[in-house]
C-alpha cells in the first residue's frame, strides 16, 4: 500500500508540472504521516540533512565551480583552437574537431550544458561555413556535448556512486572507455555527413602554427591529466581532485591566461551556487524519498517480480535501458538517479550485474536523456546559446540518438568494453 501511495502521488505531482523536489519529498512526508504515524517527526529534517552531509558530494561543488571558471576564460577556446589546428584540415575536419574538442572540454568541466554553451558559439558558424546543414550542425554540438558526462570527470557518475557506494573512480575508469566509443561512433556519423554533402575541409594550418596551438592549450590539456592521474596513482581522491582542479583552473585563468580577474571569480562563484543549491535540494529530497522506498521493501518486491516472470540479466538490462529512456524524455538527469537507481541497483547486483558496468549504462541512458524531446536539457541550453528555434535543433538529433542506441546497445551486452580499464587499473 505503501508502494502504490508513493508511486500515484509522485506521477500525479510529475503531470501536473510539480517542481522535483516536491515531487520526490511530498509522497515522503504523506507516506509517513498516513503509514508511519508512530515514527518521530524529527526523521524528516534528519534524513534530508543526512542525506547530503557525504564527503563524497564535495567533489560536486568544487567540479561545477571549476567548469564555471573555464566556461567564462579562455580554456574553451585553448582547447578547441589546439584540436583544429591538428585536425581541422582534413577531411570532415570541423565536424571531428567539434567532437573531439567536446570531449576535451568534457574532461575538464564534467558538465553537459557548459559545454554546449562553451562551445556552441565557437563551432556552429564555423560547420555552417564548412557546408554542414543547421539541424546537422546543431545536433552535432548537442549530442557531442554528452560525452561530458562519460568521460570523467563526471557530476552524474559521482552522484551512482553516492548512491550506490560503488567506487567513483572505478566509475571514472570505465566511463572514460565508454566515452571514447561513444565519440568514436559520432567521428564515424561526421566522416559518412561529410561525404554526402561534401563539405569543405578547413585551411592547412602554416609552418609553426600547429605548434603554436599546440602550446597555447598545453595549459588547458594539463588539467584532465592532474586529475586522472592523481586519482589513478593514488595522489588524492576523486573528491580531492575536485578541489585540485579549481585550485588548477584559478590558476590557469587568472595568472597564466589572465582571462578573468579576482572581481570575476565571485560573479563566478554566485553563479555556481545557484547551480549547487539546485542539486542539492534534490539530493536531499532523494535521500528522503530513498529511506521510504527502502521502508516500502521496493527493490525487494521489484526482484520478487522479475524472478516470476524468469527475467535473466540480459532481459532485466533490455527492461532498465526501456524505462530510462522513456524517462530521459521527461525528468531531469539528476532526478532519474534519485528516483530509479535506489530501486533498481539491488536487482542489478542480485542478478549478478556489476555495479559499475549497471552505473555506466545508467549515466549512458542519462546521456542520451538529454538530447530527447520533449525536455532534453541539452536541445534547450543549443537553442539558447545559439539562438535557434529548439523545434530546428530537435530536428537534427535523430541520427545521434540512433548512434548512441546503438552504442548502448554495444555497451550492455558487450560488458568487457565498460570493465575492461577498470579492471586493469584498480
Known sequence: MLVALLAVLAFAMLALGFEMMLVMGLPAVLAKAAFQSGMPDVIIPQKIMSGVNVGTLLAIPFFIFAAELMAHGVIAKRLTGMVRALVGHTSGGIGHTTVASCMAFGAVCGSAPATVAALGRLLHPELQ?????????????????????????????????????????????????????????????????????A???????????????????????????????GIYSGIFTATEAAAVAVVYAMFVELGVY???????????????????????????????????????????????????????????????????????????????????VPTLYPVATALGIDPVHFGLLVTLNICIGMITPPFGLDLFVASSTLNRPVEMVIGGIWRFVLVNVAVLALITYVPAISMALPKLLL
Not at 202 to 221: C, Y
Request: proline share 4%.
Open 129 to 197: 561555413r564548412a557546408g554542414y546543414s543547421e539541424k546537422f550542425s546543431l545536433g552535432l554540438i548537442a549530442s557531442s556535448a554528452e560525452c561530458a558526462l562519460l568521460i570523467p570527470p563526471s557530476i552524474t557518475m559521482i552522484i551512482y556512486g553516492w548512491i550506490t557506494g560503488t567506487s567513483i573512480a572505478a566509475l571514472f575508469a570505465g566511463g572514460l572507455v565508454v566515452g571514447v566509443v561513444l565519440g568514436v561512433a559520432f567521428l564515424g556519423l561526421v566522416q559518412w555527413e561529410t561525404w554526402r554533402v
Open 199 to 229: 563539405a569543405r575541409r578547413g585551411e592547412k594550418p602554416k609552418p609553426g602554427e600547429r605548434l603554436a596551438a599546440i602550446k597555447a592549450g598545453a595549459w588547458a590539456l594539463g588539467l584532465p591529466l592532474v586529475i586522472l592521474g
Open 258 to 340: 589572465r582571462a578573468i580577474g579576482v572581481r570575476d571569480v565571485a560573479r563566478i562563484a554566485e553563479a555556481s551556487a545557484v547551480t549547487v543549491s539546485a542539486i542539492f535540494v534534490l539530493l536531499a529530497m532523494g535521500a528522503l524519498l530513498s529511506h521510504f522506498v527502502v521502508l516500502a521493501d521496493l527493490p525487494r518486491i521489484v526482484l520478487d517480480f522479475v524472478r516470476e516472470l524468469n527475467m535473466n540479466w540480459v532481459m532485466f538490462l533490455m527492461f532498465v535501458n526501456v524505462l530510462l529512456f522513456i524517462a530521459g524524455m521527461f525528468i531531469d538527469p539528476n532526478s532519474i538517479l534519485l528516483l530509479f
